[in-house]
């Protein structure tokens, strides 16, 4: 059980890694409107009441992500889990890659890619920069380097956010009466780099774990930092999430996190279609992405700003589809959604007959 000292420990360090995010932010914003104020993002004013909303929300984000770990949810030390020393050596490499992102950015170049990649092996949605970062999603460089990028981005709190789809999945497991005498597969759609399968690890240390993503390279870093702990490895599959290469019914859960808002809205609804049909009836589909208008139109300035400092093809279309609606259409029932900060968790139920 986590005692006050832990407690302490975890908002110090949260604190820190907020305060550094933005110190992060705002130094290379300031940076880049002196080097090249031309082409720097023209941003619009986030107001004093949205800014003192957001703080607040992060707080009870914070809190709830200590409260379900006292309550036994997951292990506490998920919430100190993160490759220090990695990423503090990783962290020059940021800055290092920063003119070529700026200048990408400026030239307003969006399909910067490896001139190894073959264009025929990824849907063309796939084949850009998103975030302008170097490689798209498609070279160990760009792997390297993207769990701290996101760090920074939500001001350290990326994985209170991702752990948010914790408590929908561990609850949508019980419906299996026999769980105690299988071992039940747990799908993570879009992987990425693995943060994901380590939170998954930690609620459900007993579940088989399966990644799929289409990035060879962020499958190999999620190779790497999930062999770092005494556990068994997660199946790792490289494939597309329109077309999964998994039997129907071959899951009893399936979630998937900050992956709708980089895809076309008729990716989403194929993606939600898959989930559907790869879930053993009675399995549960936890999703993870942005807030959206509907749900939070307070933070319309940050999606706002989000879209334009970022490259996020999609994100605007996004915002105001309707999830829910893609989730029933596809087949799922008990649909429902919560927020927490910038993040809006949905789960639904593939009933069983
Ligand atoms: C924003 S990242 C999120 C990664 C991870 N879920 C996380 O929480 O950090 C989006 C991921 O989706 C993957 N991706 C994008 N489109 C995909 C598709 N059609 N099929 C499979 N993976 C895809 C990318 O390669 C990338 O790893």
Redesign the pocket.
């Known amino acids: 059980m986590p005692d006050l000292v832990t407690k302490l420990a975890y908002q110090t360090l949260q604190q820190g890694k907020s305060l550094m995010g933005l110190a992060h932010k705002e130094l290379s914003t300031r940076l880049m409107g002196l080097l090249d104020p031309a082409n720097a993002p023209r941003t619009v004013p986030v107001p004093l009441e949205v800014l003192e909303s957001l703080r607040a929300s992060m707080e009870q984000l914070l809190a709830l992500d200590w409260d379900e770990a006292e309550q036994g949810l997951y292990p506490a030390s998920l919430l100190f889990d993160a490759p220090w020393l990695d990423w503090a050596a990783r962290y020059p490499l940021v800055w290092l890659d920063m003119p070529a992102i700026w200048n990408r950015r400026s030239q307003r170049k969006v399909r910067d890619l490896p001139s190894d990649v073959r264009a025929e092996d990824?849907?063309g949605?796939?084949l850009q920069n998103?975030?302008h970062q170097t490689d798209?999603?498609?070279s160990d460089h760009s792997?390297a380097l993207?769990?701290l990028q996101?760090e920074i981005l939500f001001n350290g709190s990326?994985d209170p956010m991702?752990r948010r789809m914790l408590q929908p999945l561990v609850r949508g497991l019980r419906a299996f009466a026999d769980r105690s005498s299988r071992q039940l597969r747990v799908l993570?759609?879009?992987?990425?780099?693995?943060?994901?399968l380590r939170q998954i690890r930690g609620a459900l240390p007993e579940a088989q774990l399966v990644g799929?993503?289409?990035?060879a390279s962020?499958l190999r870093q999620a190779n790497r930092w999930l062999s770092q702990q005494p556990h068994e490895l997660p199946q790792l599959v490289q494939?597309?999430?329109?077309q999964m290469p998994f039997a129907g019914g071959s899951m009893q859960a399936v979630t998937?996190?900050?992956?709708l808002?980089?895809?076309p809205r008729e990716?989403r609804a194929t993606?939600l279609q898959e989930c559907f049909r790869v879930l053993e009836p009675g399995g549960v589909l936890v999703l993870?992405d942005s807030v959206q208008i509907a749900d939070s139109p307070q933070f319309m300035p940050v999606m706002e700003n989000f879209r334009r400092v970022f490259h996020e093809p999609y994100y605007r279309d996004y915002i105001a589809d309707d999830i829910e609606g893609h989730m029933r259409a596809a087949g799922f029932e008990c649909v429902a959604g919560e927020t927490h900060f910038m993040t809006r968790v949905w789960s639904g139920r593939k009933v069983a007959l």
């Open positions: 990824y849907p949605y796939y998103f975030h798209g999603y498609l792997a993207y769990d996101v990326a991702r993570d759609v879009a992987t990425g780099t693995g943060r994901t799929l993503d289409l990035s962020y494939a597309n999430a329109e998937c996190v900050f992956l808002h980089e895809l990716a993606v993870a």
